[in-house]
Nanobody, 128 residues
């Protein structure tokens, strides 16, 4: 059974950093496009960072690319998202996703052209 479990969220002060982790079971992350999505209050869920297979291609939402880094540890079958210099606008529920690699990493991250496997989501709140 495929399962994705996020960890590392919580309350963070503005200007701080955090690292989210997503532990996978029942899949090999290298066989999927893995991504981080987030849903802020009153907003739709959006893809913010994705990483493709063994070629290590990445996509970042342009407005966030200077502050976030996606990475993958295949030995641990774990996906990471580093967010630096967090802002209150980063407050959201963050989701890990595994997407079948049917298109480019950017298309899969930006558009809902397939049904991903989702983690349960984890809350990140940025507040002083």
């Amino acid at each position: 059974q495929l399962q994705l479990v996020e960890s590392g969220g919580g309350l963070v002060q503005p200007g701080g950093s955090l690292r989210l982790s997503c532990a996978g079971s029942g899949l090999k992350m290298g066989d999927y496009v893995m991504g981080w999505f987030r849903q802020a209050p009153d907003n739709e869920r959006e893809g913010i960072a994705c990483i493709k297979g063994r070629e290590i291609q990445t996509y970042y939402k342009p407005t966030l690319k200077d502050r976030i880094t996606i990475s993958r540890d295949d030995a641990r079958n774990t996906l990471y998202l580093q967010i630096d210099n967090v802002e209150t606008e980063d407050t959201a529920v963050y989701y890990c996703a595994a997407l079948p690699p049917i298109s480019t990493v950017e298309v899969l991250c930006r558009f809902s052209i397939t049904t991903p496997y989702w983690g349960q989501g984890i809350q990140v709140t940025v507040s002083s």
